[in-house]
């Protein structure tokens, strides 16, 4: 089992410019979290999704869009990055609501 | 925000001390857990503490947790220098998460 992974694990872009991160679970969870991670503020919850074909904002979701297609894949899309956005992001999934979370490695970005 | 906070910031100790860090939290949960961040790598899961429990062991740690405090206290007992990490809670409120700024603990061989 590869448990949670991450595709890029690190990434530079330009203001403006968009990207996608992924992150694909092979432990069939139910559901996936994305987070940021910043010095000083721990991790703060992007947008979440309970299944397959649904998603949720978290604490801090303005800026980031995200998908869930297939339950073993969440996609977290920025569309015109900013400075801001420069963090490291983290996925994670768990197989009931009020279960322990497997996190991936982690995505650095940094947007100039 | 609703995210908690750990204290203290920063925690060094010799090998072989006992290492307690606590967190407070503002808001009503379902269960509070405490994860471990190694330098660069993703958060592992260490315990989970349900609402209506008070005390609970897992190996060399024990989380106690007060609800009318609002607050939570991690203990690694004979820690090692491979317990050299951060360490997170995260407070489970309806479907989200809610993770504290961490404690940096360094246990020096």
């Known amino acids: 089992n590869a448990g949670v992974t991450q595709t890029p694990k690190f990434r530079v872009l330009k203001t403006g410019q968009s990207m996608t991160l992924l992150c694909a679970q092979d432990?069939?969870?139910?559901?996936m979290y994305w987070y940021r991670q910043d010095p000083g503020m721990g991790l703060r919850l992007i947008h979440y999704?309970?299944?397959?074909?649904?998603?949720a904002k978290g604490e801090v979701p303005d800026g980031y869009n995200v998908s869930r297609l297939k339950k073993q894949n969440f996609l977290l899309g920025l569309e015109s990055a900013a400075p801001s956005q420069t963090s490291v992001y983290f996925c994670?999934?768990?197989?009931?609501?009020?279960?322990?979370?497997?996190f991936g490695p982690g995505t650095r970005l940094t947007v100039l | 925000s609703q995210q908690g906070e750990e204290d203290p910031q920063a925690l060094s100790i010799q090998e072989g001390e006992n290492a307690t860090m606590n967190c407070s939290y503002k808001?009503?949960?379902?269960?509070l857990q405490w994860y471990r961040q190694n330098s660069g790598r993703g958060l592992v899961h260490l315990i989970l503490?349900?609402?209506?429990?008070r005390e609970k062991h897992s190996g060399r740690l024990r989380v106690t947790l007060d609800t009318s405090k609002k607050s939570s206290s991690l203990l690694i007992t004979a820690s090692r220098a491979a317990d050299t990490a951060s360490y997170f809670c995260?407070?489970?409120?309806?479907?989200?998460?809610?993770f504290g700024t961490g404690t940096s603990l360094t246990v020096i061989p």
């Open positions: 995260a407070t489970n409120t309806g479907n989200q998460f809610y």
């Open positions: 503490i349900r609402s209506n429990e």
């Open positions: 808001t009503s949960i379902n269960n």
């Open positions: 999704s309970v299944g397959e074909g649904t998603t």
């Open positions: 432990m069939n969870h139910e559901y």
């Open positions: 994670a999934s768990s197989y009931l609501r009020n279960n322990e979370q497997f």
